[in-house]
Structure formats: structure tokens, C-alpha cells
């Protein structure tokens, strides 16, 4: 927020983005070092609480920043949960709990296309503000280009209405701001469908160790999520972008490996 003027992301909610990322990682951390002072205690409400800060950054946060802030303390939660879980350190129970808190983190999820049409609200006034400090440079490239809005949720829907478009821009017919900012988005999509995909696989893994049958959702393909045997686990996986079994190897998605 500078003078009166109010922007769509002022430096006082950049700053909170940067605190709720932080409570992310220190939630983390505690989740942990309860479980080694306290292994006989259920520390499900821990990851419980991680969730819930994901889930209500994600209906309160606007633009595609407050969504990736989403993503990331998802990712932090899930790594710290599979990790407790490789380390021998989850108990049944705790393990049935989070069972229920990501099956309800997955039910509320924001989609990442509604995060995108929140994102054009951002687009349009940073837009406008360049306008406002380019003008004859603005002016020349809509002269060429015409209005960047059209091209935009043009790309947007092509990107989240159909799984096989390829972001193919180029200069003769793509604005610059565009070609700047769609690979971005793309990438930042490509970070929220692999964690959704994570989320996901923790589920079929806690619910295999308890030996209850579970609805696995691959969202890279649609279809159940891919198995296998190593040694004595039952390993859940994605098949990934190019939605081709490579046998948990490739672009093929697994749990996180390191916290």
C-alpha cells in the first residue's frame, strides 16, 4: 500500500505470505521434535493444524502468490508426515487421523483454475500500471499485438480446459507480457497438480498400512494411481505429465524424499 492508493497485493500481504510460510515450516519442525519427546502421544492434531493453515490460506488468499503459498505448506506438511511415517513414528491411530485431515484437504482444494481467474484481476492491473509508466512502449505493443486480455484468457482456458496444450509462444503473435508470464503459470501449475498427486499417494499409503480400501486418484491421468513392490513396502506412485508408466522411475511422481 503506498500513499492512498490500495494495489491488489500490497507489501503488508506480501509480508503475511511470508509469515504463514514460515508457520508452515516451524509447525514442520514441532511436529517432529513432539513425536521425539512424546511417542505415545497422538500428534495427528498437528498435522491436523498444518492442514488447516493450508486450507484457509487457500479460501482467503487472492491471486495465484496466495495459492502457491497454499501449495507450499502442503508440500511442507506431507514431506514431514512421510517422513515420520518411514522413520517408524506414526502410530495407527495418528495414521487414521491424517487419513481424515487430507481427505478433507483434497475435498476443499481450491482449484488452480479458479486461482488463474483470480490471477486475471491481478494481470489486468499490473497491466495498467505499466501503461502508466510506458506509455508510447504500451501503446506500440497493443498497436501490434492489440489488448493482452483476450490473448490471456484464451491461454488460460487452453491451459486448464485441455490436458494435451502445449504452450507454444512466439513473438509474432504473442504480446511479451504474456510470453513472460504464461510460462510461469504453467509451472506454477505443473507445482500444484504434483503435490495434489502427493497428497494423493500419502493417502493410498496410510491406507494400505491399515489394510483399508481406498478410491486413489491420479490426477495426472485420471485413473487409479500406479503400485508396486520394493522389497517389503507397497509403493504408490503418479505416472506423471507424460501420463506413461515408467515404473516409479522417469517423470513418474512419488512421495518426497527429503524434508
Known sequence: MTGNTC??????????????????RFIALYHRRFKQLYPE????????AQIKLARLNDLTSPFLIGKMITVAIDGIATR????????????DAEAA?????LLGSLAV???MKTAMEDEFIFFKHAYGRLFSRAPLAMWILERYYGEPFDQYQKLSRETFDNPEFKLDMDLVSHNPILMIAFPNFRRASFQAKEKACQKSILLA???SRLGKEFNNFDPWSGQPLKSMQQGDKLVFYSVGPNKADDNASGDDILLPTEL
Do not use: W
Open 109 to 111: 482444494d481450491k482449484p
Open 205 to 207: 499409503t496410510l491406507a
Open 7 to 24: 494495489y491488489p497485493l500490497s507489501d503488508e500481504l506480501a509480508e503475511s505470505f511470508k509469515k504463514v510460510r514460515s508457520v508452515g
Open 41 to 48: 502421544e497422538n500428534s495427528s492434531f498437528i498435522f491436523a
Open 80 to 91: 514431514q508426515l512421510t517422513s515420520l511415517h518411514n522413520d517408524g513414528l506414526l502410530s
Open 97 to 101: 487421523d491424517c487419513i481424515e485431515s
